[in-house]
C-alpha cells in the first residue's frame, strides 16, 4: 500500500484487497494449498472429473450418483449450437488469433438466449451450463474451420474433454490423453478473484448479465501475465528447442530483469499445488508422446530459476506445466489458453451467481494526480 494525498491508500493491482467473501476456493499462498469447498485439488485431480468438480463448485457440495448423472445430462443436452453460430464460425477470418475468436463467439452466443437478461440464480446456472457446454465446439471448429476442414457437431454420448478432442481431431482421442485434458480442466475451474474472475464480477456487479461477464473475463485471461503465459512458455521452449541453450537464457533474462513466464504468483509464494500435479502428469505424458526434450527443458528451468528466485517465492505457477502437458495431447499453441477458457468459466459462471446473491456495484475510485483550476485556453492561442 503507497499512501495518497487523500486519507485513504492506493493499494496498486489490488494485491492487499479483499473485495468480496466466496464459499468456492480456498488458496494458502504461504502453504501451497488450493481446495475448492474444501477439498484439496490433489484429491480432485486423482479422483473427480471435471464435470463433476463443477458440480461441487456451483453447489458447495459433492453430487450424489444421480445429481450428477442429471447434472451431466444438463450438460450434454445443451452442446449443441445454433444454427447461425455455424454461420458465424464460418464469416470469422481464418486468421484469427483463438482468442479473439472465442471472445466474439461467446459473446454471439448470449443473442441465442432468450434467458440472456433473466438474473435469477436458477436463470445463471442454466446458462453457465450452456456456456460451458457449447463453447468446447466453439473453439474446436473454429479451429477447423481456420484449418480448411469440415465442422464436426459435438457427441452428447461423450464428456466434455473427449468431446472436445473428438471434434477437434476428427477422431476418438485415446483414455489417457483425454483423461489428461480432464485433469487440466479441473486444476484451471476456479482460483479466488483472480484477474478474469475479478473482471467478470465488475461487469456482473452493474446487473449486466452472465453472458457480458464471461465476455469481459474471456479478455482479461487472454494477457501474458494471467492465461497467455502458457502459450508464452511453449513459445519459449520451441526457441530454445535445446537443454543446453536453459542456462544462458533465464540467466539472461533475470539479469536484465525480464520475466521468466511460468513463474511467480500473486498468491503463491510456496510451490503452486497446481503445478506440483502438473509436473508429474507433464512427465509422464513426454515421455509417452517422444516429447521428453520438452519435459527436460523445463525441468532445467525450473532448477535454475529455483536456485535463483526461489528464495523470493518466485516458483513455477500452473500455466509452466501445463505447456508441456498441452503440448503433448496434441494440442496447436495457440490452443493453450482456450483450454483455460473452456475450464474457468465453472470459476466466472460460479462466482458471478455467488456475487449476486448481496450484489454491491464494483466501483473504486482513483487518486487525482492531475492540475486544477487550469484556463480553457483557445485553439488560436495554444
Ligand atoms: N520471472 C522473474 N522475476 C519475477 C517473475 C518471473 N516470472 N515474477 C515475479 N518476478 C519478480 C519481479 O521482477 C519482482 O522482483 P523485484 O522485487 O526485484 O522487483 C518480484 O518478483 C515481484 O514481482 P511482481 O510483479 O511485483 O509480483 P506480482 O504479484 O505483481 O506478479 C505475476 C505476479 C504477474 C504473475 C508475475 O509473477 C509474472 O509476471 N509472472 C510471469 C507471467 C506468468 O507466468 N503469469 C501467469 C500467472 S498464473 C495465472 O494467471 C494462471
Not at 506445466?321 to 493453450?336: P, R, V
Request: proline share 5%.
Amino acid at each position: 500500500m503507497t499512501a495518497a494525498t487523500s486519507t485513504n491508500m492506493i493499494d496498486q493491482g489490488l494485491a492487499n484487497t479483499i473485495a468480496a467473501e466466496s464459499k468456492m476456493s480456498f488458496i494458502d499462498g504461504q502453504n501451497g494449498v488450493l481446495e475448492y469447498v474444501g477439498i484439496d485439488i490433489d484429491a480432485l485431480a486423482r479422483n473427480s472429473t471435471f464435470e463433476e468438480s463443477v458440480y461441487l463448485l456451483w453447489h458447495f457440495r459433492l453430487p450424489s450418483e444421480s445429481e450428477l448423472a442429471a447434472f451431466t445430462d444438463q450438460i450434454r443436452n445443451e452442446y449443441a449450437l445454433p444454427d447461425q453460430m455455424w454461420q458465424l464460425i464460418k464469416d470469422l477470418p481464418k486468421t484469427a488469433s483463438p482468442m479473439h475468436a472465442i471472445r466474439t463467439l461467446v459473446s454471439a452466443l448470449a443473442m441465442h438466449d432468450p434467458e440472456a437478461d433473466e438474473q435469477s440464480p436458477e436463470a445463471n446456472t442454466r446458462k453457465g451450463i450452456r456456456l460451458l457446454a457449447k463453447t468446447p465446439a466453439l473453439i474446436a471448429n473454429f479451429d477447423r474451420h481456420r484449418k480448411d476442414k469440415d465442422f464436426i457437431k459435438p457427441d452428447p454420448s461423450l464428456d466434455i474433454a473427449t468431446s472436445f478432442l473428438t471434434m477437434l481431431n476428427g477422431e476418438k482421442p485415446t483414455d489417457t490423453m483425454a483423461k489428461a485434458l480432464d485433469v487440466c480442466l479441473i486444476l484451471h475451474a476456479d482460483h479466488g478473484f483472480n484477474a478474469s474472475t475479478f473482471a467478470a464480477l465488475v461487469t456482473i456487479s452493474t446487473l449486466s448479465d452472465v453472458y457480458s461477464a464471461v465476455t469481459t473475463a474471456v479478455g482479461t485471461l487472454k494477457g501474458p501475465l494471467h492465461g497467455g503465459a502458457n502459450e508464452a512458455v511453449m513459445h519459449t521452449l520451441n526457441e530454445l528447442g535445446d537443454i543446453s541453450k536453459v542456462e544462458d537464457f533465464v540467466r539472461g533474462k533475470l539479469e536484465r530483469k525480464e520475466r521468466v513466464m511460468g513463474f511467480g504468483h500473486r498468491v503463491y509464494k510456496a510451490y503452486d499445488p497446481r503445478a506440483t500435479y502438473l509436473k508429474t502428469f507433464a512427465k509422464q505424458l513426454a515421455a509417452d508422446t517422444g516429447n521428453q526434450n520438452l519435459y527436460e527443458m523445463s525441468r532445467r528451468i525450473e532448477e535454475i530459476m529455483a536456485e535463483a528466485v526461489a528464495a523470493k517465492g518466485i516458483h513455477p505457477n500452473v500455466d509452466f506445466y501445463s505447456a508441456t502437458t498441452y503440448y503433448s495431447i496434441g494440442l496447436d499453441i495457440d490452443l493453450f489458453t482456450p483450454m483455460f477458457v473452456m475450464s474457468r468459466i465453472a470459476g466466472w459462471v460460479g462466482h458471478c451467481i455467488e456475487y449476486l446473491q448481496d450484489n454491491k456495484l464494483i466501483r473504486p475510485r482513483c487518486e487525482y494526480t492531475g492540475p486544477h483550476s487550469s484556463p480553457y485556453v483557445p485553439m488560436n492561442e495554444r
